[in-house]
């Protein structure tokens, strides 16, 4: 009698949730919020997503409701967690594809699993989605840094609220980024892979000038030409495609070093590039980038990341003159680094080390000695934590420094408070 009565109660509640309305967005239908439910899922920690797999693309900005602040992962597995009703605010700067009609800045609240609460209806929350990738901005300061350059502010404007992602040392004059400021923390290297690419922006630097175009391999060969007086040199210091002897659009402060793809996509700005050699590029200081988000996480501490450039590279033509170059020529802006070094500085202990990788792939051992590409005591034999091949020329060579003895060659920052080597 029990069973029968339980099977005709069953079947009567799974004709009344059939007959309900089904909320439909874009074609995907999603159950009425009283239905949905998870045994997976606690009450602690109701909704779990992974940012990896279950968000979408162009993906909103994040946010913790009412805060200036990204909503980030609470793990390096990449999961954000919430609790039962906990809330998220999520924001395009131009219109949705999904909940389309919404405004630009929306608020849902976890109901279970990967189901969200907006507006009444329930979402999955890759149904979230942006109709283009939401645009960052630039804020120019008055604060100076080297060489009376300025800060300049790289983040998301969202109504009053300013979500900021990195600082630039920006040198107006010269045209040249001394250097990029941003932190890592335990969760940095759980980066979202893969994201989108766009195209650089200058923002409103560099005027008069088509800076990705200065960029372009063909066009930097002619300006080591024009640079060089010799064809035949800049022939075999830009080589033609596919080889990886040219000059890239390198990053300053890495695309990988930020956790969300809309932080990754306010890197792209030429207030956070400099000329970089893409052998080096991809191989040894990769190692670093990768490397150092891994101290992080494997220490579970945070650090201070300075990531900047030194120097103008020479190259010489077949006379033997050795030229500064420079990609905006002949009006010498936008010169090509000698080394690229990012500084991490561990406040808990004060701790701290630099680690450096020397921007052309032409030179000997003996010349990166003698033309001043080594500019502080080598101290990499005391640093286990990056996996590079330092001494390989063609990767880029690469050591470390203390920060204070490399402060002293390139005063960029002061008062970074390092007492010790970070080992």
């Given at each position: 009698?029990?069973?029968?009565?339980?099977?005709?109660?069953?079947?009567?509640?799974?004709?009344?949730?059939?007959?309900?309305?089904?909320?439909?967005?874009?074609?995907?239908?999603?159950?009425?919020?009283?239905?949905?439910?998870?045994?997976?899922?606690?009450?602690?920690?109701?909704?779990?997503?992974?940012?990896?797999?279950?968000?979408?693309?162009?993906?909103?900005?994040?946010?913790?409701?009412?805060?200036?602040?990204?909503?980030?992962?609470?793990?390096?597995?990449?999961?954000?967690?919430?609790?039962?009703?906990?809330?998220?605010?999520?924001?395009?700067?131009?219109?949705?594809?999904?909940?389309?009609?919404?405004?630009?800045?929306?608020?849902?609240?976890?109901?279970?699993?990967?189901?969200f609460r907006y507006n009444n209806a329930n979402f999955n929350f890759n149904q979230f989605r942006c109709q283009a990738w939401p645009q960052f901005t630039t804020r120019r300061t008055t604060t100076r840094c080297f060489n009376?350059?300025?800060?300049?502010?790289?983040?998301?404007?969202?109504?009053?609220?300013?979500?900021?992602?990195?600082?630039?040392?920006?040198?107006?004059?010269?045209?040249?980024?001394?250097?990029?400021?941003?932190?890592?923390?335990?969760?940095?290297?759980?980066?979202?892979?893969?994201?989108?690419?766009?195209?650089?922006?200058?923002?409103?630097?560099?005027?008069?000038?088509?800076?990705?175009?200065?960029?372009?391999?063909?066009?930097?060969?002619?300006?080591?030409?024009?640079?060089?007086?010799?064809?035949?040199?800049?022939?075999?210091?830009?080589?033609?495609?596919?080889?990886?002897?040219?000059?890239?659009?390198?990053?300053?402060?890495?695309?990988?070093?930020?956790?969300?793809?809309?932080?990754?996509?306010?890197?792209?700005?030429?207030?956070?590039?400099?000329?970089?050699?893409?052998?080096?590029?991809?191989?040894?200081?990769?190692?670093?980038?990768?490397?150092?988000?891994?101290?992080?996480?494997?220490?579970?501490?945070?650090?201070?990341?300075?990531?900047?450039?030194?120097?103008?590279?020479?190259?010489?033509?077949?006379?033997?003159?050795?030229?500064?170059?420079?990609?905006?020529?002949?009006?010498?802006?936008?010169?090509?680094?000698?080394?690229?070094?990012?500084?991490?500085?561990?406040?808990?202990?004060?701790?701290?080390?630099?680690?450096?990788?020397?921007?052309?792939?032409?030179?000997?051992?003996?010349?990166?000695?003698?033309?001043?590409?080594?500019?502080?005591?080598?101290?990499?034999?005391?640093?286990?934590?990056?996996?590079?091949?330092?001494?390989?020329?063609?990767?880029?060579?690469?050591?470390?420094?203390?920060?204070?003895?490399?402060l002293r060659a390139v005063p960029h920052v002061s008062n970074l408070g390092v007492t010790r080597l970070l080992v």
């Open positions: 009698m029990f069973l029968k009565i339980f099977l005709i109660f069953f079947a009567t509640w799974l004709c009344s949730v059939n007959s309900q309305d089904i909320h439909i967005e874009n074609g995907q239908e999603f159950m009425p919020y009283e239905e949905i439910f998870d045994e997976n899922v606690t009450a602690a920690n109701a909704c779990t997503i992974d940012i990896h797999t279950q968000t979408a693309s162009p993906q909103p900005v994040f946010i913790r409701p009412g805060q200036s602040q990204f909503f980030h992962p609470a793990n390096r597995n990449g999961q954000m967690q919430f609790t039962a009703n906990q809330a998220i605010e999520l924001w395009c700067s131009g219109p949705w594809s999904s909940p389309s009609g919404a405004p630009n800045l929306i608020t849902a609240t976890c109901v279970s699993g990967q189901t009376n350059a300025i800060i300049v502010d790289v983040g998301f404007q969202i109504g009053n609220r300013w979500l900021h992602v990195y600082q630039s040392c920006h040198d107006l004059v010269r045209e040249t980024n001394w250097y990029t400021f941003y932190r890592f923390t335990p969760i940095s290297d759980a980066n979202q892979r893969n994201v989108e690419r766009p195209r650089f922006q200058q923002s409103d630097f560099f005027p008069g000038r088509n800076v990705d175009n200065l960029y372009v391999r063909n066009v930097q060969r002619r300006t080591v030409a024009d640079i060089l007086q010799d064809q035949a040199a800049a022939d075999r210091f830009i080589e033609p495609e596919p080889s990886d002897i040219f000059m890239a659009r390198g990053h300053i402060a890495a695309m990988t070093d930020f956790i969300l793809a809309t932080e990754q996509q306010a890197t792209f700005l030429f207030i956070n590039t400099a000329p970089q050699w893409q052998t080096f590029n991809s191989l040894n200081w990769v190692s670093v980038e990768i490397s150092s988000r891994r101290l992080a996480a494997d220490r579970n501490i945070n650090l201070d990341v300075y990531t900047g450039t030194h120097g103008i590279t020479r190259l010489w033509n077949s006379a033997g003159a050795r030229r500064q170059i420079f990609l905006d020529w002949p009006a010498g802006r936008i010169p090509v680094p000698q080394i690229y070094y990012k500084i991490l500085v561990n406040n808990a202990d004060r701790s701290g080390v630099v680690l450096i990788g020397v921007n052309n792939p032409h030179l000997t051992l003996a010349e990166i000695y003698r033309d001043g590409y080594v500019v502080c005591n080598d101290v990499s034999s005391q640093i286990n934590y990056v996996s590079w091949q330092r001494t390989n020329l063609r990767r880029g060579y690469s050591y470390a420094c203390e920060v204070n003895d490399f």
